[in-house]
């Protein structure tokens, strides 16, 4: 018989937060005005032990419900997880793919669609603690890979982490009583096109994060929320 997850309903509580969050008046302007829907919660294990940060929700994915999907960053991150053993696809198209995570939890510092795709300071900083939230409800949780220095400066602040190093590819940060903290350049076609990240890059520093997270083979059941 399946045993009870305690912390199941307190993700679901998360994930409802967020969906229905209006805490950034230009975002949910921008979001509502163009049919650009819903901010768009974590995805993935519920016992993962690795979380993926990005930067913000893509407005051309916004409308899946799901993080790192329909683009080519979402390309890039889903097979370099479905070859480190923590995605059973190598592909992010759309909701209903059937794209499970095993050990792994994706997410984005802004959970709306800025504009541009460029989120200001105070709506990372607005966002911040349902990534707090999300990693407070992951009882697996130890190790946080930012991927980019804007996700990089959103993970150190949910830690309160200070003073705040400064973003390299491959910095990493213990924290006293939460997960270590690891950095990635963000795998977005303008760092992969020109080799500022290649998949050898971040095949390495996304096994340093497995690492920290004491990978093992899948035991639990996919969820998104
Ligand atoms: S960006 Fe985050 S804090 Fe701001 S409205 Fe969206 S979900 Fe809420």
Do not use: K
Not at 29 to 58: I, Y
Not at 107 to 130: I, K
Request: proline share 11%.
């Amino acid at each position: 018989m399946p045993v009870p997850d305690p912390t199941q309903a307190e993700r679901a509580r998360v994930a409802a937060r967020i969906r229905a969050c209006r805490r950034c008046p230009r975002l949910v302007a921008w979001r509502e005005d163009g049919d650009r829907g819903l901010p768009v919660p974590g995805f993935g294990d519920p016992a993962a032990t690795v979380f993926l940060l990005g930067l913000a929700t893509a407005a051309p994915g916004n409308p899946t419900g799901r993080p790192f999907t329909a683009n080519r960053s979402a390309d890039f991150l889903v097979a370099a997880l479905h070859r480190a053993g923590l995605a059973d696809q190598p592909r992010s198209e759309h909701a209903g793919d059937g794209l499970r995570l095993s050990g792994a939890w994706m997410a984005s510092a802004v959970r709306c669609p800025p504009p541009g795709h460029r989120p200001l300071a105070a709506e990372r900083d607005a966002c911040l603690q349902h990534l707090r939230d999300e990693w407070h409800a992951l009882p697996h949780l130890r190790a946080v890979l930012a991927l980019g220095a804007f996700a990089w400066d959103a993970a150190l602040r949910a830690a309160d982490v200070d003073p705040r190093p400064r973003f390299t590819h491959g910095a990493r940060v213990a924290t006293p009583d939460g997960p270590v903290l690891l950095a990635s350049y963000h795998p977005s076609p303008q760092n992969t096109n020109t080799n500022l990240l290649t998949a050898a890059m971040f095949d390495t520093v996304l096994g340093r994060a497995c690492a920290e997270g004491r990978y093992a083979p899948p035991t639990t059941s996919e969820e998104s929320t």
